[in-house]
């Protein structure tokens, strides 16, 4: 059974850091590519970074290219996402999703795992 196990979400003022990370606990993590979305309230859930199987190629929202970056060690079974610079409109839930694919994608519905979210709140 494969897990996703978000950690790092919190309370941060504006122009801070937050380092969120995901645990996953299939053997075939490191086949696969991971993303990270979020979902603020009466928003519909979108793409945020999405990662490949060996971590050569990512890919971003517009809204935080140059702020945010996805990593991710095979070794740990983990997938990370640096945020920068944050702003009020990061607030979110964020969520970290596992294709059965190695390459990239933006599309939620492309995404057969996910985790239970963790809560970044952004002051101003």
């Known amino acids: 059974q494969v897990q996703l196990v978000e950690s790092g979400g919190g309370l941060v003022q504006a122009g801070g850091s937050l380092r969120l990370s995901c645990a996953a606990s299939?053997?075939?993590?490191?086949?696969?590519?991971m993303g990270w979305f979020r979902q603020a309230p009466g928003k519909e859930r979108e793409f945020v970074a999405s990662?490949?199987?060996?971590?050569?190629?990512?890919s971003y929202a517009d809204s935080v290219k140059g702020r945010f970056t996805i990593s991710r060690d095979n070794a740990k079974n983990t997938v990370y996402l640096q945020m920068n610079s944050l702003k009020p409109e990061d607030t979110a839930i964020y969520y970290c999703?596992?294709?059965?694919?190695?390459?990239?994608?933006?599309?939620?519905?492309?995404?057969?795992?996910w985790g239970q979210g963790t809560q970044v709140t952004v002051s101003s």
């Open positions: 999703a596992r294709r059965t694919l190695s390459m990239i994608s933006t599309i939620p519905a492309q995404y057969v795992y």
């Open positions: 299939h053997r075939t993590f490191s086949s696969n590519a």
């Open positions: 990662i490949n199987w060996n971590g050569g190629i990512t």
